[in-house]
């Protein structure tokens, strides 16, 4: 049974909307900080978002303003609403729990992730 399965990328021209949904275990989603992550081809995976248990949020500056990340506890589900998409923004998306002692660590093994294109 897989850990993390996210779901919701797709194709979309710049200036676009998408909805992108993660579904944890509840042994990564626990009370543990979620966060989405992108990767380039040939490139290093990064961070995107982050939100803690209690709902409290952090972004990096590239994503400041267009990108909203939640969370329902209860459904062991986190969303990364994304809005005014650029081409840049184009990468695979994943979703992770944040090791509780080292942030620079994941909980569970990657998911498959959910494509987002963005065209110009």
């Known amino acids: 049974q897989a850990q993390l399965v996210e779901s919701g990328g797709g194709s979309v021209h710049a200036g676009g909307s998408l909805r992108l949904s993660c579904v944890a275990s509840?042994?990564?989603?626990?009370?543990?900080?979620m966060a989405w992550y992108r990767q380039v081809a040939g490139k290093v995976r990064e961070l995107v978002a982050s939100?803690?248990?209690?709902?409290?949020?952090d972004y990096v500056d590239f994503v400041k303003g267009r990108f909203t990340i939640s969370r329902d506890n209860a459904k062991n589900t986190v969303w990364l609403q994304m809005t005014s998409l650029k081409p840049d923004d184009t990468a695979v998306y994943y979703c992770?729990?944040?090791?509780?002692?080292?942030?620079?660590?994941?909980?569970?093994?990657w998911g498959q992730g959910t494509q987002v294109t963005v065209s110009s």
């Open positions: 992770n729990a944040v090791h509780p002692q080292i942030s620079t660590y994941v909980v569970g093994s």
């Open positions: 509840r042994r990564i989603f626990r009370d543990n900080t």
């Open positions: 939100i803690t248990s209690g709902g409290s949020t």
